[in-house]
């Protein structure tokens, strides 16, 4: 048996993975305490701590956004092992965290990442969204004792207004990661696109994704086609009422137009045209009417 495959060493190896979890999230908070830095400074020094709490920090690199600011290790790239974590600030996405390694080690469950990696990038990502926030509303007291308004911030007047936007990004995000996975040919799909609420960056959270789907004639692709999209609707459907309390039964919202319809070709093509607001293309290409 493999060393590494023994139940007590995987035991072991286990504990050890989450006191470096520990030694990490210790690390990070440490340094969000520290005032008197600027943003991107602390952003600089949590680069230096973060690959601690990954299995193998040899290879794994970090990049940070928030707002204009961008900081990343010296070797961040994109690589076939990636992870992802949003910087959500009153409800509005401000920024991202990702974690690259640059070299394969060891595949489990045909990824390098564990379950409790994604975790502990989700946990840094509330911290430091938590002091984003903590830091703004201190400014904006500090500005409001002022007891003037001229002059105000931008990061700091974004605070008093009511425009939520990670509703409609982490929609339009899962949408292009559907419309990536989706196989035109299996589906008889000549093009994929994007309209309401969504593609024009309002959507709620009791909003709906409404995708223009152009698609050939065939009943068993089509039906094929509706399970594959309510598939993704159903398990984004739960994600949006865990996060918000609203409960939509299809978050995918299809409009299905065929081909060989003239008729109908002709009225969506005038909305995927149109010069006010167009449709966005998320995969295949435009019809053409014969």
């Excluded at 070797?75 to 600030?89: G, H, I, K, P, S």
Aim: proline share 3%.
């Amino acid at each position: 048996m493999d060393d590494l495959e023994n139940p007590m060493n995987i035991v072991i190896n286990r504990l050890k993975e989450r006191e470096k979890e520990l030694r990490c999230l210790y690390r990070v908070e440490d340094i969000l305490s520290v005032g008197m830095r600027t943003v991107e400074e602390t952003l600089k020094a949590l680069l230096e701590v973060i690959p601690s709490g990954w299995q193998h920090p040899g290879v794994c690199e970090v990049s940070i956004s928030y707002g204009d600011v961008l900081v990343s290790t010296e070797n961040f790239r994109e690589t076939d092992w990636m992870q992802q974590a949003d910087l959500v600030v009153d409800n509005n996405l401000v920024g991202e965290i990702r974690i690259c390694y640059t070299d394969l080690i060891r595949l489990v469950n045909n990824s390098q990442f564990l379950e409790e990696e994604q975790k502990l990038l989700n946990a840094i990502a509330e911290r430091i969204s938590a002091c984003i926030f903590d830091r703004k509303l201190k400014m904006a007291i500090d500005f409001l004792k002022s007891k003037t308004l001229k002059g105000m911030p931008a990061d700091i007047s974004e605070m008093f207004t009511t425009m939520d936007d990670i509703h409609w990004k982490w929609r339009l995000r899962m949408t292009l990661s559907l419309a990536e996975k989706t196989d035109l040919e299996k589906y008889g799909i000549r093009g994929m696109y994007l309209v309401g609420s969504t593609k024009d960056a309002t959507a709620g959270p009791a909003s709906d994704i409404d995708l223009l789907i152009f698609i050939k004639n065939d009943v068993q692709k089509q039906l094929m086609l509706q399970e594959w999209i309510d598939g993704w609707g159903n398990g984004l459907s739960i994600y949006n009422q865990a996060r918000t309390g609203y409960k939509i039964d299809k978050l995918f919202h299809l409009h299905l137009v065929d081909i060989e319809n003239i008729g109908r070709m002709q009225e969506y093509i005038e909305v995927i045209d149109s010069p006010y607001r167009p449709a966005i293309l998320l995969k295949g290409s435009k019809p053409v009417l014969p």
